[in-house]
């Protein structure tokens, strides 16, 4: 178990977790604003 922990550079492993979040939060803003943007056209 020690030699795997040790393999794995936790540096990287962090910089992936942070770019999938991103890239996540992207995925949902974008879809938020294309509700958004039909919601404004409903109304207009």
């Given at each position: 178990m020690a030699?795997?922990?040790?393999a794995v550079d936790f540096s990287t492993?962090?910089?992936f977790v942070a770019a999938t979040g991103v890239a996540i939060i992207g995925?949902?803003?974008a879809f938020k604003g294309v509700d958004l943007g039909k919601r404004?056209?409903?109304?207009a």
């Open positions: 030699d795997i922990f040790a492993v962090a910089a995925i949902a803003m404004g056209v409903r109304k």
